[in-house]
């Protein structure tokens, strides 16, 4: 439950997590399934590109798929933290309704 309103096309939180591609998140989903680890979180993001949160968590582990959705991954290119010329590509998800 937020503790303020969110609104349309604002930012809900910021996905952490390791870039993975589609086939790789199969892979690992696969692997986590049978060592009995409920609780790994791999979403995938398109056809070809997807997140495994098993290492790196945040509270979007609590955000459920849902046939109607209230918000959508989208990925951001911002500048590095390091280096200000390596750009990093982090996910995020942006509310498309009133929460």
Not at 62 to 85: A, M, W, Y
Request: positive net charge; charged residues 25%; proline residues 1%.
């Amino acid at each position: 439950m937020a503790n303020e309103s969110i609104k349309v096309r604002q930012l809900v939180i910021e996905y952490y997590g390791e870039g993975i591609s589609w086939k790789e998140a199969k892979r690992r989903s696969q692997a986590y399934e049978n060592q009995g680890l409920k609780d790994a979180f791999v979403t995938s993001l398109n056809g070809h590109e997807s997140i495994d949160a098993a290492k790196k968590r945040s509270l979007v582990k609590f955000i459920n798929h849902s046939c109607q959705p209230n918000s959508e991954t989208r990925k951001l290119t911002v500048l590095g933290e390091i280096n200000q010329d390596i750009l990093q590509t982090r996910y995020s998800y942006w509310s498309l309704t009133s929460l």
